[in-house]
């Protein structure tokens, strides 16, 4: 198993940028990939990002070249970069770690508010 905590989130004006962190802990060695996603009041959870244990990263044509993501060496820290924020990015952020074992079982975080402001 393993445990995924979010920081970083916050009120930012439209245009600004905000990095939240996902504090990765447990069984890092069995994550195959690692993503950020998002789920604004009344939509479905969307993802904005991945990046896979070999370090190829991917992102949805909404965020793409505005987010970031990356990680530590030791996979136990992943990053999302977020610039020209843009109103519709307001949701509440989760970190995902979907493991290697049968059924490829997805864990996440509990989640952290970005607020941007137009």
């Known amino acids: 198993q393993v445990h995924l905590v979010e920081s970083g989130g916050g009120l930012v004006q439209a245009g600004g940028s905000l990095r939240l962190s996902c504090a990765v802990s447990?069984?890092?060695?069995?994550?195959?990939?690692m993503g950020w996603y998002r789920q604004a009041p009344g939509k479905q959870r969307e993802w904005v990002a991945v990046i896979t244990d070999g370090g190829a990263t991917n992102y949805p044509d909404s965020v793409k070249g505005r987010f970031t993501i990356s990680r530590t060496n030791g996979k136990n820290t992943v990053y999302l970069q977020m610039n020209t924020l843009k109103a519709e990015d307001t949701a509440v952020y989760y970190c995902?770690?979907?493991?290697?074992?049968?059924?490829?079982?997805?864990?996440w975080g509990q989640g952290t508010q970005v607020t941007v402001s137009s």
């Open positions: 995902n770690a979907q493991l290697t074992t049968p059924g490829r079982p997805n864990y």
């Open positions: 447990g069984s890092i060695f069995l994550i195959d990939r």
